[in-house]
């Protein structure tokens, strides 16, 4: 009997189980390959530290001193006599220029950004953080051959089998083959290129920037005890720098973690649409189904035996859509992690396949038990009601709102769509909700890319103003460094002069920037701080409730570390600070009590910082200024026409827009990958709004066919009940996108809030294009669904008025 119903369900109604079923299938691909990527992303970092060895510190150390035995011993010894270094390992590199290294498919220019970061070439690695392939292997390499960061094939379009020329410092040429790329493990910020032991030597023998890399292996590490370390080794005049890992903050790990986020969001969201599909065709199904239900129920029947039988094309649906789902997840999900973020180790081929099979059979039983409940229904249904026929009485009742008579201007078809909404509200609920859904996840996958790659975003790093960009490039880097040297002054001294000299109305601002800690009660270090100060402060952006610090012992706190350590607005704090002697000829560290005045949002990544009083100038000058403000002293609408200018007189590659610094240098790999999420997340949102609209559509024309037929029969042509199908929708959706705007600007602000202050951010704000927001947006999802139903009004056509008989 269940597959007498089961052939039955399938023969009635094909498009719309064709729907279902791809629904269903679509689902259980998304969900298989969504639990794996979660599970990549939760233990990712664990996994990939226990694999590769992975250290919590790198320690530099320059050849002068590495090759130097006792300096050697004296660094070891601190390493070793302090507690909680668990261990450390070494190994040889060498830094060389990127440019000396000749990719087949890039012109070697060093304006773009892929030839700034710092390059090394080494062995590869065996005792901390090793490097694995693509296939998740690790890998040796024969001589003559290198591996490179799998990044490369995305950002220069290297392949495997591809040839890269070396030039050494002396002219040397060596022709090297690409046989791996590896997944890095290491320090993010460089790029290691790994050559086959036996070649090291012979390519590095006529380099001059050649160290040794300790990997420091500490105990719960921080940046207090890294200080430590570093402050102990300078007290033996060996000054080597260390770089602790924030894999957390790494570029590919926040996409992968906002990819998942995503991906828990449109899975949730795919799972309540096929659940308000299956309620909703059911109910339909049982009406249609009414008066043959009666009778067997009349006979004896009971309602459970109806449940499994009703529910056969559900179950049948679900169980072949889940087995599919978990055959082509094992492949897709492996895809899905390495396509956000190309480093991570996937999990083992078992994990994968234990996790979507429990997430998949989850959904299964979740689809049958919802199934069942639905038909629960069916106990409702009156014996003498399907023998009599139910009848709902009048489309328009006693205290209905809206009248015809009363409405002279309103349409009819404008006039029975709004009585059809407000008279069977419950009818649209579900679609409602669909709608709305959808149009959220939309704005939501818009609007993260235009408020990161934004310039209020940016004021999170501190810089108060992009009117243009500085890259120091080409003749203008010569002439820059020509004045430098000359006249003895620091960059962005010497490029404000020759903007000035040039009669261009632009400035660069600066900070100086020094560090020091917090202190507890017992004078022991907290937590170290990046320390600012300078006359420009007053142009920085502080929360509210806080006043810009002015005095000497005034000054301003990260807000992510203040609140995280329980500081509040008033608090005095004591900070260590390197500060110059009033002479200026040494240094020393001077402990300050400072009252907190204010407040500000800033990208921590691990670093804090406090912005000093106005008047505050004692600091040691430890880092080179910080570049606050790339300011246009101008009208806005001419800002454009003198970036222009400074490109003519300067050179494009040296002076950039606001919009080609931001999408081209500095958020690229953001605006990428961003860019791939809202398109494929929106194409995808879109694509399973229409075939809810055509489900829907199709079973609205299918319910009202009588009501079609009378309407024909006194007078209505096919156009006006067209219009009628088509105004009801249009007012579904503009309402829907109105819920779905306030949504996002409520939970969907909650939702970035959250989320970024995970990565010791605060000050995150969606900044809503409205054009996009408002009208490109709604504009269309509602051109979707109204040719969507357009598409599906054909059919009224075939209505005939002897239809009524059934009304």
Known sequence: MFFKMLKKDLKCKKGLNVILFIFITVASVLVFAGSVEIYSYLTGEKRMTKLCNISSADMMVMGSVAEDEEKTKKLEQILNDYKDVEKYYSCDMTRINSLRMDYPNIQEDESNSFFRKQTYLMKLPREYDLLYDTNDMPFSLKSGTIACPVGFSTSIGLRIGDKVRF?????????????????????????????????????????????????????DCNSVKVDEIFTNLKAEEIVCPIYMKYDFSDDSFIMQAIVSVFVVIISAFLIAIIFMTIRFTMIADLKREEKEIGMMKALGVDSFSFRWLFAAKYIAFAVIGGTIGIAAGIPISGLVVNLFNANVILPQKYETIIIGIIAVLAIIAMMIGFSLMVMRRISKISVIDSIHGENCGERFGKGFPLFLHKRKKMSVPFFLAITDILGRFKRYIFLIIAYTLGAAIILLAYNVRNSIISKNYMKLFLYHTIDFDVRLRGDFEKEVDKRCEAEGKNIHAVINELFEENGFPAYIDTLNCSWGALLNEKGDKVKNFDIIWGENIDKLRYRNGGRMPELENEAAMSYFTASKLGIKLGDVVTVDISEESEDGLSTDNVKRQLVITAFFDYFEAGSPEIIMGKDYRKGQEIYPKDWIGYVIDAPESQKEGIVKAMKKRFGGDAIRSWQESLKEDQMAEYDRLF????????????????????????????????????????????????????????????????LAEVLFKTLGQLLMTKFMESYEVTGVNFLPEITVSFIIIPLIVLGAVLLTVALTLKSIRNIGIWKISEE
């Open 675 to 738: 860019a791939l999420l809202e398109y494929v997340l929106g194409g995808a949102v879109m694509f399973v709004l229409i075939l809810i609209t055509y489900l829907y559509s199709t079973v609205f024309v299918t319910e009202e066919t009588s009501e079609i037929a009378l309407l024909k029969s006194t007078g209505f042509t096919d156009g006006s009940i067209r219009k009628w199908h088509l105004l009801r929708m249009a007012v579904l959706v503009v309402f829907s996108v109105v």
């Open 167 to 219: 030039t050494t410092s002396m002219g040397d040429i060596y022709e090297l083959e690409v046989a791996r790329f590896f997944k890095e493990s290491g320090f993010t910020a460089r790029n290691r290129i790994i050559v086959a032991d036996e070649d090291y030597d012979t390519l590095t023998k006529d380099e001059v920037r050649k160290m040794k890399d300790y990997g420091l292996f500490i105990r």
